[in-house]
C-alpha cells in the first residue's frame, strides 16, 4: 500500500512539474496606482496557492483553540467525576 500511495504522490508531482514547465510564459499582474509585475505563470498560480493555504489556516486556528479549550475542560469535568448535589 505505501508503494502505491508513493507512486500516485510521483505521478501527481510530474504532471505539476510538467504543467509548470509547459506554462512558464511571462504574466503582467497589474497593480493599483500603475504599478506592474511581470514574472512566471507557474510562480505566480505558486504564491496564490500559497497564500490561500495561509488564509485558511489563519482562519481556522481561532475554531482549533476553541475546541481544545473545550475539550480540556471535559476532560477535567470527567477526571473530577460526578458532583453529587446531594
Known amino acids: 500500500m505505501r508503494v ?3 507512486l500516485l504522490r510521483a505521478v501527481i508531482f510530474f504532471m505539476l512539474f510538467g504543467l509548470a514547465i509547459k506554462n512558464s ?3 503582467e499582474l497589474r497593480f493599483f496606482l500603475n504599478q506592474d509585475w511581470q514574472a512566471p505563470l507557474s510562480l505566480v ?3 496564490a496557492f500559497t497564500a490561500g ?8 486556528v ?3 483553540t476553541r475546541q481544545r479549550r473545550e475539550l480540556a475542560e471535559l476532560r477535567a469535568r470527567i ?7 446531594a
Open 4 to 6: 502505491l500511495v508513493w
Open 25 to 27: 510564459g511571462t504574466v
Open 45 to 47: 498560480l505558486l504564491v
Open 53 to 60: 493555504v495561509i488564509i485558511g489556516l489563519a482562519a481556522a
Open 62 to 64: 481561532g475554531a482549533w
Open 79 to 85: 477526571e473530577t467525576g460526578p458532583r453529587d448535589s
